[in-house]
């Protein structure tokens, strides 16, 4: 259920009926406007999952995934995952809702320019790392590097509140590497999130992990040179069998 604000309206250009796009795919044209229905009037932006998207346009999570792309391939709209979310633009939203009534429409609507998208990012980017040390932001460029992803916020939780207190970027990345082996995290890696990884209990326990080969290595005894040390305990000290020798 949308839960934006209800006071207000937006509008919706006849020439929509001359896309043939949205006129020959009903899912497009459902999910297309209702984000026109949803965006942030000021920036044409809609921040939402896709399982509340797809909630709202009464369909599949998978069918809405698949009509999000149609539309990004249709120059309709830019999507820009976040984590759990991603932000939905609308292309050229102020041209479509703030010139005046009696200016022609575009043929079809085009992308926003990247250096605005880039700006956005930077600021959003900038507000979301406010007040995060250096050292997290070390941690996180640590964690983009070992995982291949690109979070652009440091998971401010409580179970990363002293990650960068006890442990330095080089003990976060070999343990991140050593989750990466885990049998359970490894087909996991691409989905856990920024907090999970870096809880300080999770990289104190990959710290200290032994992977399952690590575990079954056993240091084989060697030869010994001389027979006369051929019936000594292997296991004891050079000490010890200097001693049972000369006993």
């Known amino acids: 259920m949308f839960q934006g604000d209800r006071n207000n309206y937006?509008?919706?250009?006849?020439?929509?009926?001359?896309?043939?796009?949205?006129?020959?795919?009903?899912?497009?044209?459902?999910?297309?406007?209702?984000?026109?229905?949803?965006?942030?009037?000021?920036?044409?932006?809609?921040?939402?999952?896709?399982?509340?998207?797809?909630?709202?346009?009464?369909?599949?999570p998978s069918t809405v995934r698949d009509v999000l792309k149609r539309l990004e391939r249709e120059k309709m709209i830019i999507v820009e995952p976040d984590y759990s979310k991603s932000k939905i633009y609308i292309c050229k939203w102020g041209n479509y809702q703030n010139s005046p009534v009696s200016s022609p429409s575009p043929a079809r609507l085009?992308?926003?320019?990247?250096?605005?998208?880039?700006?956005?990012?930077?600021?959003?980017?900038?507000?979301?790392?406010?007040?995060?040390?250096?050292?997290?932001?070390?941690?996180?460029?640590?964690?983009?590097?070992?995982?291949?992803?690109?979070?652009?916020?440091?998971?401010?939780?409580?179970r990363t509140a002293k990650t960068h207190l006890l442990?330095?970027?080089?003990?976060?990345?070999?343990?991140?590497?050593?989750?990466?082996?885990?049998?359970w995290h490894k087909p996991k890696m691409a989905q856990l999130k920024a907090g999970y990884i870096l809880s300080?209990?999770?990289?104190?326990?990959?710290?200290?992990?032994?992977?399952?080969?690590?575990?079954?290595?056993r240091v084989q005894p060697t030869k010994t040179v001389s027979s006369q040390f051929s019936n000594l305990d292997v296991g004891m000290t050079a000490k010890e069998r200097l001693a049972q020798e000369y006993a």
């Open 200 to 217: 300080t209990d999770n990289i104190d326990k990959f710290l200290n992990y032994k992977s399952v080969i690590e575990q079954s290595v």
């Open 167 to 183: 442990f330095t970027p080089e003990e976060v990345r070999d343990a991140i590497r050593k989750m990466k082996t885990d049998e």
């Open 110 to 158: 085009q992308p926003v320019s990247t250096t605005t998208l880039n700006k956005k990012k930077k600021q959003e980017e900038e507000s979301n790392n406010s007040g995060v040390s250096k050292k997290q932001m070390d941690l996180l460029q640590v964690l983009n590097d070992e995982t291949g992803r690109s979070f652009r916020a440091y998971p401010v939780e409580k």
């Open 10 to 60: 937006v509008k919706l250009w006849r020439s929509i009926l001359n896309n043939g796009f949205l006129m020959s795919d009903n899912n497009a044209y459902n999910v297309f406007t209702k984000l026109l229905m949803c965006v942030d009037r000021q920036t044409g932006c809609f921040t939402t999952g896709r399982y509340a998207l797809a909630e709202l346009c009464n369909m599949k």
